[in-house]
């Protein structure tokens, strides 16, 4: 099993030339993850977006592109100075903000729930806090979380089956939907409760 990493770490392996994180979108493996979340937000038409561990800016660049997105605000949040940095590079009409999301669970703009989507793809892995993160998600928010079926040196927990990714985060939310995509990821929607 991987461990908790600080953002120099992530720092380090974003500054890696060899990083898949500097391919295109299209030519990583978490394309399709990318995909499920703006086909998700496509349906519900947010005012909002807030993107947790947004990385490098893949899905924000998805976002800006789509015709039914491109108007929505949306925050990525992330701790590593060098994936922001990148991400403001690859999607420069968005918002990010360096945040620790440990430390500070609670994102301002994430208070009020109208209108707001909060999407979170293969970020809860990688912090043993993921529950405090999502617990501290105002009720009737709308939720897009994917995690992985394989370990990493990053993730501090992954996912053998789908009961395993009902346990741990069904409870938090109303609405609970479970998808498993291909041999790498689940993703899961739900309401938080
Ligand atoms: C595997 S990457 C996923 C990035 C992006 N969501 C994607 O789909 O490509 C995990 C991200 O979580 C960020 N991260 C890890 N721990 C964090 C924390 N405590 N607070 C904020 N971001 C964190 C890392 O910097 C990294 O960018």
Known sequence: MGKERNARW???VYASASSLYAADAVATPWYGIWLMA???LNGLRPQRI?????????LAQMISVGPNLRDVDYLGIDFSHVALTKARERAPESTFRCVDLSRHPVVDET?????????????LEHVEDDLRILAALVPGVSFFGSVPK?????????FANEQLVRDRYEPLFTNFELFPVGRRHFVFIGCRA
């Open 10 to 12: 992530y720092d380090e």
């Open 150 to 158: 394989r370990d990493d040196p990053g993730h501090v927990r992954w």
């Open 111 to 123: 208070r009020e729930p109208g209108g707001l989507c909060v999407v979170s793809c293969e970020f």
């Open 38 to 40: 703006v086909f998700w």
């Open 50 to 58: 807030v993107d947790f561990g947004c990385g490098v800016g893949h």
